[in-house]
């Protein structure tokens, strides 16, 4: 029970880091919590904006992408 409540907290900390409304958040499962997250994190581990404002995003390379996995 100690282990699934620590779980919990973490998922509910999670929650709280997702960039949603306030409004949205408490009515999220713990699945839909996991799979945003999982979202963001590929969307801000793999792709980064372009020189420019409204530039295409494109994508990490060499030491960045190695510095993400390593740190993963």
Same mark, same amino acid.
């Given at each position: 029970?100690?282990?699934?409540?620590?779980?919990?907290?973490?998922?509910?900390?999670?929650?709280? +880091?997702?960039?949603? @409304?306030?409004?949205?958040? @408490?009515?999220? =499962? *713990? $699945?839909?919590?996991? !799979? +945003? !997250?999982?979202? *963001?994190? #590929?969307?801000?581990?793999?792709? #980064? @904006?372009? @020189?420019? #404002?409204?530039?295409?995003?494109?994508? +990490?390379?060499?030491?960045?992408?190695?510095? $993400?996995? !390593? =740190? +993963?």
């Amino acid at each position: 029970k100690a282990r699934r409540d620590q779980i919990n907290a973490e998922i509910r900390a999670l929650r709280d +880091l997702l960039p949603l @409304p306030e409004g949205d958040r @408490p009515r999220l =499962s *713990y $699945l839909h919590v996991m !799979a +945003l !997250a999982c979202i *963001y994190t #590929r969307k801000g581990a793999c792709l #980064r @904006p372009g @020189p420019t #404002r409204g530039a295409p995003m494109e994508l +990490l390379g060499g030491p960045e992408l190695a510095d $993400l996995v !390593a =740190s +993963l």
